[in-house]
């Protein structure tokens, strides 16, 4: 069984540019999460995608977008770049029937902004 | 509204001894409650999950919780401190009216002495 990957690892970008990052589910999961860990903070809820729709999102302005492809892979692209967006992105995969929805969470993404 | 209170941000106990990590939540809903650990530089990994059947859950590597619906705790115990488990601990919600949307904890950072 394959668990959650994703790509890149590390990425450093100045203020106003955008930014791609991108999440593999763990196989047989089809709905993925996006979450934005600051530094020294937990998790914060930025969307969910199910049959690759948003189907769910947290309090992240618009110019926080995303994707999921037939595949269940999914994509968070992030627009206008702000300091404050520097933080671990942390992708987590489920399947839509499990109870409480347990998500699966890749080893995250680290984005400095400068 | 819902969340998720984690009190105290760093426990220190000494190898050997008995770990409890608080955690408490609101929820106007029956909730599923959660325990995750992340290591440095990694992602989440599920420790156990509480999902409305037996209310002391057994997770991985000893730890346990228990679900106290009078107290809406859910704190988290292992009996004997190992020093591999020096790590951030998350408590969080997930409600089956926001699509089973997660709410996490602040977290707190578990320090064992040898």
């Known amino acids: 069984e394959t668990g959650v990957t994703q790509s890149p690892t590390h990425l450093i970008k100045t203020r106003g540019q955008q930014v791609t990052l991108r999440c593999s589910s763990q196989?047989?999961?089809?709905?993925v999460s996006w979450y934005q860990q600051a530094l020294g903070q937990g998790p914060q809820f930025i969307f969910q995608y199910y049959r690759e729709e948003e189907n769910g999102r947290g309090n992240f302005p618009p110019r926080f977008s995303g994707l999921q492809f037939p595949n269940y892979s999914s994509e968070l692209n992030v627009n206008a770049l702000e300091l404050d967006d520097s933080a671990l992105y942390l992708c987590?995969?489920?399947?839509?029937?499990?109870?409480?929805?347990?998500?699966?969470f890749g080893p995250g993404t680290r984005l400095l902004v400068l | 509204a819902q969340s998720v209170t984690q009190l105290g941000s760093h426990v220190s106990v000494s190898e050997g001894a008995l770990v409890l990590l608080r955690c408490n939540y609101s929820?106007?809903?029956?909730?599923?409650l959660f325990w995750y650990v992340q290591y440095p530089n990694q992602g989440l990994q599920l420790l156990l999950k509480?999902?409305?059947?037996?209310?002391l859950v057994k997770g991985i590597n000893g730890f346990e919780a228990e679900f106290k619906k009078s107290e809406t705790s859910f704190h988290l115990t292992k009996p004997s401190a190992h020093m591999s488990d020096a790590a951030e601990y998350f408590c969080?919600?997930?409600?089956?009216?926001?699509?089973?949307?997660?709410?996490f904890g602040t977290g707190t950072s578990l320090t064992v002495i040898p």
């Open positions: 509480y999902t409305s059947a037996a209310t």
């Open positions: 969080a919600v997930s409600l089956r009216n926001t699509g089973n949307q997660f709410y």
């Open positions: 987590a995969s489920s399947f839509r029937t499990d109870p409480g929805g347990t998500q699966y």
């Open positions: 929820s106007s809903v029956p909730p599923y």
């Open positions: 196989s047989g999961h089809n709905t």
